[in-house]
């Protein structure tokens, strides 16, 4: 498995968000093994709810994503992705 993170990675990063703008959770937006894929590289945290009497996990509706913030210094004050100068 690739473990660089493309331009493409860094967009859809800087738009990640519980919902998007039609009201989809993260987990039905995006891909369960790019998810996967971002969480292992360290770029989001996904929280899975475990049911405290059950000890069952929360089906994905109720997870919550959070960004790494270093994921916020790859835009600039209008929200376009800063490139890297090769």
Do not use: K, N
């Not at 967009?11 to 996967?36: I, K, N, V």
């Not at 994921?71 to 090769?86: C, H, K, M, Y």
Request: no cysteine; hydrophobic share 35%.
């Amino acid at each position: 498995m690739e473990d660089t993170i493309t331009r493409e990675d860094r967009l859809m990063l800087g738009g990640l968000s519980e919902r998007d703008e039609a009201g989809r959770h993260f987990t039905q937006a995006y891909s369960m093994e790019w998810l996967r894929r971002m969480e292992r590289l360290g770029y989001i945290q996904i929280t899975r709810p475990t049911h405290q009497a059950t000890g069952m996990q929360y089906t994905p509706e109720y997870w919550h994503v959070e960004v790494a913030p270093q994921v916020s210094e790859w835009f600039d004050a209008f929200g376009q992705l800063i490139e890297d100068e090769e």
